[in-house]
Nanobody, 123 residues
Framework: QVQLVESGGGLVQAGGSLRLSCAASGRTISDYHMGWFRQAPGKERAAVAVINRVGDFTYYADSVKGRFTVSRDNAKNTVYLQMNSLKPEDTAVYLC????????????????WGQGTQVTVSS
C-alpha cells in the first residue's frame, strides 16, 4: 500500500493558477500509474489527468485539456498537477490516486487514494 497526501489547494480567482502536489510514502510511485480526480458536491468523481509509470504518456479530461498539466518526479516520489486558467467549474475536492493498470476513465481500478485537497475558484 502506498500512502498519498495532496497539498496546494486553496481559493483562487477565475483565470488564476494553482499547483497541486501529491506526496507518496510507503512505496515508490515508480511502481504505479498516477492519477488526479475531482469530485464536487452532488457530482460523480471523475478523472482529471493521469500519467503512466514512466511519465511518457498522459490522459486529460476534455474539460481541462490545454489548461492542466500533470507531471511526476519519481526521484521525489511526488506527482504534480499544474492548473492554469481556472474556472469556477473547476471547484472541487481534488484527489490523487495510484493504479496498476492504465485505464484513466475507470476510477475503480485505482487502489490507493489520498484524502483530497479543496480547490475553490471564485468568479
Amino acid at each position: 500500500q502506498v500512502q498519498l497526501v495532496e497539498s496546494g489547494g486553496g481559493l483562487v480567482q477565475a483565470g488564476g493558477s494553482l499547483r497541486l502536489s501529491c506526496a507518496a510514502s510507503g512505496r515508490t510511485i515508480s511502481d504505479y500509474h498516477m492519477g488526479w480526480f475531482r469530485q464536487a458536491p452532488g457530482k460523480e468523481r471523475a478523472a482529471v489527468a493521469v500519467i503512466n509509470r514512466v511519465g511518457d504518456f498522459t490522459y486529460y479530461a476534455d474539460s481541462v485539456k490545454g489548461r492542466f498539466t500533470v507531471s511526476r518526479d519519481n526521484a521525489k516520489n511526488t506527482v504534480y498537477l499544474q492548473m492554469n486558467s481556472l474556472k469556477p467549474e473547476d471547484t472541487a475536492v481534488y484527489l490523487c490516486a495510484a493504479s496498476s493498470v492504465f485505464l484513466p476513465d475507470l476510477d475503480r481500478t485505482f487502489h490507493d487514494w489520498g484524502q483530497g485537497t479543496q480547490v475553490t475558484v471564485s468568479s
